[in-house]
């Protein structure tokens, strides 16, 4: 019996040993532990992001999280980026895409990835934020589902649970005028968005895979 739980034990070590290495082979690198806010920067109200059962709880007044971490000196240009996320009802979130930090406001350089299935915003989760806005809900609130975004010389492609929802090639940004003067592709790190005080919403398994420049 001692014999049997022995070789059981190898193989169950075995087995997350490989499914460790198998996951650190395929290039995707986590950028939050699931413990603290290590490698995260944020400005003005910093209570509206909370760690709690291993995520990341945004709630509270608009604020911005910041990845500020090791990887790729938190500069990524091209690459994948993949994050677990569930809304609660009536929520509003984004995940900024080359961007830089700041203390205060709406971030002013790159992209906004909609996070939102039912607020009073119309424009809908995977939305590239005023550039490409989806009116089409494909998730759920309540229901942790995968946010992908992937950019590729100037190429972004959005995909929600698997399905593409905006697969874009950037152009005209010399004619932007206003908020959108500085939203184009450049390089720079990610952010996680707090809207508003009602609107509560989770992240975890937050990953990138540096490609190519």
Same mark, same amino acid.
């Given at each position: +019996?001692?014999?049997?739980?022995?070789?059981?034990?190898?193989?169950?070590?075995?087995?997350?040993?490989?499914?460790?290495? %198998?996951?650190?082979?395929? *290039?995707?690198?986590?950028?939050?532990?699931?413990?603290?806010? !290590? *490698?995260? &920067?944020?400005?003005?109200?910093?209570?509206?992001?909370?760690?709690?059962?291993?995520?990341?709880?945004?709630?509270?007044?608009? %604020?911005?999280?910041?990845?500020?971490?090791?990887?790729?000196?938190?500069?990524?240009?091209?690459?994948?980026?993949?994050? =677990?996320? $569930?809304? +609660?009802?009536?929520?509003?979130? *984004?995940?900024?895409?080359?961007? !830089? @930090? =700041?203390? /205060? *406001?709406?971030?002013?350089?790159?992209?906004?990835?909609?996070?939102?299935?039912?607020? #009073?915003?119309?424009?809908?989760?995977?939305?590239? @934020?005023?550039?490409? /806005?989806?009116?089409? #809900?494909?998730?759920?609130?309540?229901?942790? @589902?995968?946010?992908?975004?992937?950019?590729?010389?100037?190429?972004?492609?959005?995909?929600?649970?698997?399905?593409?929802?905006?697969?874009?090639?950037?152009?005209?940004? /010399?004619?932007?005028?206003?908020? +959108? &003067?500085? $939203?184009?592709? &450049? =390089?720079? #790190?990610?952010?996680?968005?707090?809207?508003?005080?009602?609107?509560?919403?989770?992240?975890? /398994?937050? =990953?990138?895979?540096?490609?190519?420049?």
């Amino acid at each position: +019996m001692k014999r049997l739980m022995h070789v059981f034990c190898s193989a169950v070590l075995l087995s997350i040993a490989l499914g460790i290495s %198998a996951h650190a082979q395929d *290039g995707w690198i986590s950028l939050f532990n699931g413990k603290d806010f !290590t *490698g995260w &920067k944020v400005g003005a109200n910093a209570s509206s992001f909370l760690i709690e059962d291993g995520t990341i709880k945004v709630a509270g007044p608009r %604020a911005h999280l910041f990845y500020e971490g090791p990887v790729k000196n938190h500069m990524f240009k091209n690459f994948e980026f993949k994050a =677990q996320v $569930k809304t +609660m009802p009536g929520s509003n979130s *984004g995940i900024f895409i080359h961007t !830089t @930090y =700041q203390e /205060d *406001g709406w971030p002013a350089q790159g992209y906004e990835v909609q996070v939102n299935q039912s607020h #009073t915003d119309y424009k809908r989760t995977g939305s590239l @934020y005023n550039v490409v /806005d989806v009116k089409d #809900t494909f998730v759920k609130d309540n229901e942790w @589902y995968t946010e992908y975004v992937k950019v590729e010389g100037k190429h972004i492609t959005i995909k929600i649970n698997d399905k593409v929802v905006v697969d874009y090639e950037e152009t005209g940004v /010399d004619q932007r005028e206003g908020e +959108m &003067k500085n $939203k184009f592709l &450049k =390089q720079g #790190t990610f952010a996680l968005q707090a809207h508003d005080p009602k609107s509560v919403v989770y992240y975890k /398994d937050i =990953q990138v895979r540096p490609l190519t420049e």
